[in-house]
């Protein structure tokens, strides 16, 4: 059975319709806090330049182009705010860094528009990173990726192998544009499309779309980033988020050590280790050199825990082979499994424990 049409719906519909009008005007603005911006202000600049190379808007094709990644990028509040505030932490870093290989500062936002400065982010591609590198380029530039060990997640060894990259591509196209189109879709891909076009000019190539969107978010990220104000993004520094505070630890590891045991004789959280260090993929310190960070205070530390660690392992193996092990302060039933190898349930088993708490000083049976 139909519904019946109620006999007021037309001037329903008619009032609806008239309020919906009367609301437009008034989208044509948005308020950040209580700032009120009008949208005629959000166009992009008719000049803008890239690494000190100006970029031609006098070309429509062109500057339509920064025109589309300009309105997606200065639309996209909640990310802009993300940026900004993610910069915070990343920014001083890059900027340093920059200033000492003598780089152009506005490298920085190109770490933007590949990760949104979120080092732990990996692409479908297999790039990973807050500079999105590929393994085989990380590798090449001294960066370790294995199923323990990703140094591209660490950001600033990442930093660092990124800014090797970019200025070796710098020195190969003698062009920023260039170099950063080679960064997006590789240098043998670019030299190939610049021999087969006859073109050395990154504005006359005809490159996938990606590559060629890539360098028109970097700059569109640039004129958001440099004068948010302008756009409508009023961000006090107190909410910028903050660098991390830490000592940074050169290390050789001469054995696998569980991250949790770390943690407790450094007096510090398991968490706090795999935040500070998201580059250690697994739950134990990777053997070989490696860089890792700790809480601020406590880097001195470091050294005396792992050759305390050792000593451990070394008398551990001789319990192990006499068939019994003592337990030390500090010990847990998986712990002391992981350094025996005799499964948690077996020890309990063999030493009829109940519970899951062992005594300091107690003499474990390792085997029947």
């Known amino acids: ?3 019946k049409s109620h006999p007021n719906q037309p001037t329903a519909r008619i009032v609806l319709i008239g309020f919906l009008i009367a609301l437009l005007p008034s989208c044509t603005s948005f308020a950040l806090g209580s700032k009120q911006i009008n949208s005629k202000r959000l166009n992009s600049p008719h000049s803008i330049s890239l690494c000190d190379e100006p ?3 006098e070309s429509p094709v062109v500057w339509e182009k920064l025109d589309r990644e300009f309105t997606i990028a200065v639309w996209n509040r909640p990310q802009v705010i993300l940026w900004l505030k993610r910069s915070g932490r990343y920014f001083p870093y890059i900027e340093q860094k920059l200033a000492e290989e003598g780089l152009p500062d506005d490298l920085k936002y190109l770490a933007v528009a590949e990760s949104a400065l979120i080092p732990t982010i990996s692409s479908n591609k297999g790039a990973s990173g807050l500079w999105q590198l590929m393994a085989r380029t990380g590798r090449h530039y001294g960066l370790r990726k ?9 950001f ?18 003698d062009s920023w544009a260039l170099a950063l189109a080679a960064y997006n879709c590789g240098d043998y891909h670019l030299k190939k499309q610049i021999r087969k076009q006859k073109v050395n000019d990154f504005y006359s190539l005809n490159l996938p779309d990606e590559t060629e969107r890539f ?9 958001i980033m440099e004068n948010p104000e302008r ?7 107190g909410q910028l988020y903050k660098p991390f505070d830490y000592d940074t630890v050169e290390v050789r590891v001469n054995q ?3 991250l949790n045991d770390m943690a407790s004789a450094l007096g510090t959280h398991y968490r706090v280790l795999k935040e500070l260090n998201p580059h250690i993929l697994r739950h134990e310190l990777p053997t070989g050199k490696m860089r890792i960070r700790v809480p601020p205070g406590v880097g001195e530390r470091v050294a005396k825990v792992l050759r305390e660690f050792e000593g451990r ?9 006499s068939g019994h092990y003592i337990v030390r302060p500090g010990d847990t039933l998986s712990h002391i499994a992981r350094k025996t190898g005799v499964p948690v349930a077996t020890l309990k088993k063999l030493n009829r424990i109940e519970g899951s708490l062992v005594r300091a000083g107690a003499r474990l049976l390792l085997a029947p």
């Open 1 to 3: 059975m139909g519904e």
């Open 256 to 258: 696998q050590i569980h």
């Open 156 to 173: 600033e060894q990442a930093t660092d192998a990124a800014l090797t990259y970019i200025k070796y591509l710098r020195n190969t196209f």
């Open 146 to 154: 294995n199923r323990l060990l990703d140094e591209r997640l660490d």
């Open 231 to 237: 756009y409508g993004y009023y961000l006090p520094k």
């Open 55 to 57: 970029i031609p808007l």
């Open 215 to 223: 360098i028109f978010r970097i700059t569109a990220v640039k004129i």
């Open 313 to 321: 392992d070394s008398r551990g193996r001789t319990e192990v082979a």
